[in-house]
C-alpha cells in the first residue's frame, strides 16, 4: 500500500480485530468521547504520546486507517520498513527541516487520508507532556483541515518508558474535534503552538490522584533506574536499583515501594517526592546546579560508564554494528572503546540526540547517523541524554554570551 491507495475496509477489520481483541483483554478500554465516528478525511489526530502501543490504540477506534508521520530511524529497520509502508506511514528525520516530509503530508491530505502525528516526538518518560515540535503548528496550518485532539489517560502508568512489562488497569481515551477548515486562518505560528501545547495537555499524575485506579504487575518497579538514577537522600549518581515494588539506594540503603497507583510510599525514611515525575524534576534540578562543578565530574566520571553496542548507518540504509565496547565520559565527550574500535563523539559536534525505546541513543555526527544500545536492563539511556543536554546547554549560554559581550 501507500499513501495514494490506502488499506481497504475489510482489510482494517482484519488486522486490527484481533489486536483490540488483545488490547481489550489486557487493559480497561473506556471510549469517554469520540467526535471521528461521523468524520470524513481528510483530517489530523494530534495525540500525546505515553506508550508504545499508542498507534494501535487510536487505530483501533478510527473507522478510518491512520497515515502516521513516523520517525525516519523506524524505516531503517527493514521489517519495520515494510510495515510502515504497507500503512502509507510518512517518514521524518528529527530536527531537521524536511522538504519531503511536507510533501507527503500534502499528498495525504489530497488522497482523502487521516493524518497522525504525535506532536511530542517521542513517548514521555513520566506522563507528563514533553513540548510540542514547533513545526507541529506550521503543518496544521498549512494543511488548513480539521483538527482531532487524542488523549490518551492512564497508557503512561500501564507501561511507563522506563518500566519493564504491561500493568493492567483503567486506559481512557478520547477522540475531540477541536477545530474545522480555516479555524487557524487569522493565527500567526506562535498562537496556534500555543493553542495545540494547551490542548494536548495531560498530566497523567493528577488525572490519577483524581482517579486512584489500580495498575497490577508483578514487577512494577522494574527499572525505575533508567529514569531515576539519583538518590535524593544521599545525592550519589548510578546507585539507585530496583526489585519486585522496592527501589532503593545501593549506597545509603534509602528505600521507597512503588505501589499499584503509580507513586512511592515510605519503607525505612520519609519520602522525598510521592511520583516519578516529582522526583525525575529534583534530579533535573540537582543536574543543573551541581553540573560542572570540580567535585562533580570526579563523582559522576564513575557513574557515566555503561557497556553498549555501537551502531552506524549512512544515506538512510540499515545499520550496522560497528562493535560491542563500553561508553565513559570526559571533557564534554562521549567515548566508545571497543576491542577494535575507538570513537570519540564531542557532543557539541552532535545533533539531534534522542532516545529510541528506552535503551537506544540516537544522534547525527559528521554526516552519519549513530545509535548507541544500552544492552544491560538497568542501564539509563535517559542519563546519558540528560548529560548531553546540559553540556548544549553550557555551550548555548556560552555563545550568546560572546554575541553580547
Known sequence: MSIEKKPSKWMQRLLLTPIRTYIESRSDIVIERNDT??????????????NNWDPLFLNCYVNEPICYIAGEPLFRNPFLKQILEYTGAIRKTKFTNDTSTIRSV????????????????????????????????????????????????????????????????????????????????????????????????????????????EYQAKNPAHYLERLLFTCPHCQTPGRMHSNGDRFYCLTCDYRVRYTPYGTFESINQPVYYSTPYDWKNWQIQFLNEYFGQSEWEETWKNCLQDPVMLYVSYDKKPFQLLGKGRLTWEDEQFIFQGKQERKVFPIKETDGMNIQFHHKLDFLYQDAFYRIVFYEPRSSAYKWLQISKLIDQKHRAETRGMHNG
Open 106 to 213: 500534502i499528498k495525504a491530505k489530497k488522497h482523502n487520508r487521516v493524518i497522525g502525528i504525535f506532536p511530542e516526538g517521542n513517548r514521555n518518560w513520566d506522563g507528563y507532556n514533553e513540548p510540542l515540535i514547533y513545526s507541529t503548528a506550521k503543518l496544521v496550518k498549512l494543511l488548513n483541515i480539521p483538527v482531532v485532539i487524542a488523549k490518551i489517560k492512564g497508557g503512561h502508568i500501564s507501561h511507563p518508558r522506563w518500566g519493564d512489562g504491561h500493568r493492567k488497569g483503567k486506559i481512557a481515551i478520547s477522540f475531540e474535534k477541536r477545530w474545522d477548515f480555516n479555524a487557524f486562518e487569522q493565527d500567526s505560528i506562535n498562537m496556534i503552538h500555543e493553542k495545540l501545547t494547551e490542548a494536548l495537555h495531560h498530566d497523567e499524575m493528577a488525572w490519577q490522584k483524581e482517579e486512584k485506579n
Open 37 to 50: 465516528e461521523h468524520m470524513e478525511p481528510p483530517y489530523i489526530i494530534l495525540a500525546n504520546h505515553v
